[in-house]
């Protein structure tokens, strides 16, 4: 008498990038093989044969990454390298150390998750088709099914996984960051002042390698949070939160910093805090550097430039002013880095603090971002990202760019729209378009606009928005938040102030 194969799938939810779920329900070491085991199948059909396996200091990170490594050896090359930022991971399978790479990490989200990332050649997230077909496997293979990296070794003669050394770790890193300081290697720049800026790796695995980078660019540093600790200092290793951006707040202030880098759990986000101890939105930063690799010829002139429906207004401005196209795309970097890697985009930006140029990375990668940033302040004579985005808003007009996650029961597109309107109209907003790309999208009187789209890792929806008057853009929220809240709320339906992002 046969088995039947099981037909439970692992725990964890696919997001935006890659597979989530809480530590101990979701996320166990199990479910977490289960999945890689499906990730695994699909890669090596598809002709994958080295492997890099990699973590965080997430708990369960290590076992988890170790049961990977070893049962993925009996299919492929394998190296396991411990706490490696996720784009070091992107660059060396870019660089063709390895086929593909899968990272045990939940990046941003708080300590109590844990989740699997996957990175493809030439080192991006898989693009949807490929997470289609990895859904498809887990579906057949089922949660704790034999075989894949649901078993216990090697097997058909293939040596185990072996495990990087510290000094081989550092080797790619500096490999990796040697390439992101030859983006703007050999170009002539007026002399600028060295700047004083304060780096928080939010106790995460990117603080360290980070603070090295921007001090071989000459800046003197001010480095803290940069020992990896598996409850991040008690803070959720979001930069996009105000709230783990506080401390790097307080400490250039503190310092007289010039300004202030704050990466996520991975190293894969990056946002800026200015010399006032306020955030530069990443679309101002995104900004500021198309207009910078405009201005030294590093693009096609009539480069198509890819955001996300969330990103702020100036992009689209400065595209327009380059006479550079923009398309809009869904949330989540995936979503983008096919149209970097098939040169479909010469660029592209998220609402995360995510960035990249193809010319250097079809992934978002802050050491890039930072190497460019460098360029950008030594050409502009100025050590402070805030000169240079007052001069863009004198240019392009200021406006309030803000994001909140209101924690409410699960709306369909149509009771976004529903919702919306009724808010929009008590506002007394002219709605001048309404699209369904990512959720729903509102237009208004440019550069007005607001976006509401369900989460796709965490319980409710994500409101985005976008108005010139910080009074009327708050009424605006406050009416959404009342609205989809439900009206008895529980700990899975209410309002999350902490995740609220304000930029005037």
Not at 213 to 240: M, S
Not at 289 to 297: A, V
Not at 476 to 487: G, S, Y
């Amino acid at each position: 008498m046969s088995r039947s194969r099981p037909t439970t799938r692992p725990a964890l939810a696919r997001g935006a990038d890659g597979w989530r779920g809480q530590i101990g329900s979701g996320f166990t070491v199990e479910s977490a093989a289960a999945v890689a085991a499906a990730v695994i199948d699909v890669l090596t059909e598809r002709g994958a044969r080295s492997l890099l396996v990699a973590h965080d200091a997430r708990q369960l990170g290590a076992s988890a990454a170790r049961r990977i490594a070893s049962a993925a050896a009996a299919r492929a090359e394998v190296a396991l390298a411990p706490l490696l930022p996720t784009p070091t991971a992107g660059f060396a399978v870019r660089a063709g150390h390895y086929d593909a790479a899968v990272l045990v990490t939940a990046s941003h989200n708080p300590a109590d998750w844990n989740g699997v990332k996957v990175r493809v050649a030439p080192g991006v997230p898989p693009d949807p088709a490929t997470e289609s077909a990895v859904e498809r496997a887990i579906a057949s293979r089922g949660a704790g099914s034999p075989g894949g990296a649901g078993g216990t070794g090697p097997a058909g003669g293939r040596p185990g996984a072996r495990t990087l050394t510290a000094a081989e770790v550092g080797g790619l890193v500096a490999e990796h960051h040697r390439h992101a300081r030859q983006c703007c290697a050999g170009d002539l720049r007026r002399a600028a002042p060295r700047p004083r800026v304060v780096v928080d790796g939010l106790s995460g695995v990117a603080g360290a390698p980070m603070s090295r980078l921007c001090r071989q660019l000459g800046w003197d540093v001010r480095a803290f949070g940069t020992e990896p600790d598996p409850a991040f200092g008690g803070l959720v290793p979001d930069p996009t939160r105000a709230g783990s951006r506080q401390r790097a707040r307080e400490r250039v202030l503190e310092q007289h910093a010039d300004f202030g880098v704050v990466l996520d759990g991975d190293g894969d986000r990056i946002w800026l805090v200015d010399d006032r101890g306020d955030a530069i939105e990443p679309h101002h930063l995104f900004a500021l550097l198309l207009t910078f690799e405009h201005d030294r010829g590093a693009l096609p002139a009539d480069a198509t430039v890819a955001a996300t429906v969330s990103s702020g207004s100036v992009v689209a401005q400065v595209c327009a002013s380059h006479g550079y196209r923009l398309v809009h795309r869904p949330v989540g970097f995936k979503h983008i880095a096919p149209l970097l890697v098939s040169a479909a985009a010469a660029a592209g930006t998220g609402t995360v603090g995510d960035h990249a140029f193809a010319a250097y990375s079809a992934d978002r990668d802050p050491s890039i971002v930072v190497s460019l940033l460098d360029g950008l302040l030594r050409s502009s004579g100025t050590a402070r990202p805030a000169e240079l985005k007052a001069m863009q808003e004198d240019r392009y007009g200021a406006t309030s760019w803000q994001e909140r996650h209101v924690r409410s029961a699960p709306a369909d597109s149509a009771q976004l729209a529903a919702v919306g309107h009724r808010c929009l109209a008590r506002l007394g907003a002219r709605v001048t378009s309404v699209t369904a790309l990512d959720g729903v999208r509102f237009a208004m009187d440019e550069p007005e606009w607001l976006l509401l789209r369900q989460s796709t890792t965490e319980n409710g929806v994500r409101v985005f928005s976008e108005m010139r008057d910080p009074r009327r853009q708050r009424a605006l929220l406050d009416c959404l938040t009342a609205t989809l809240t439900d009206p008895a709320p529980t700990d899975s339906a209410r309002t999350d102030p902490t995740s609220t992002r304000e930029a005037t």
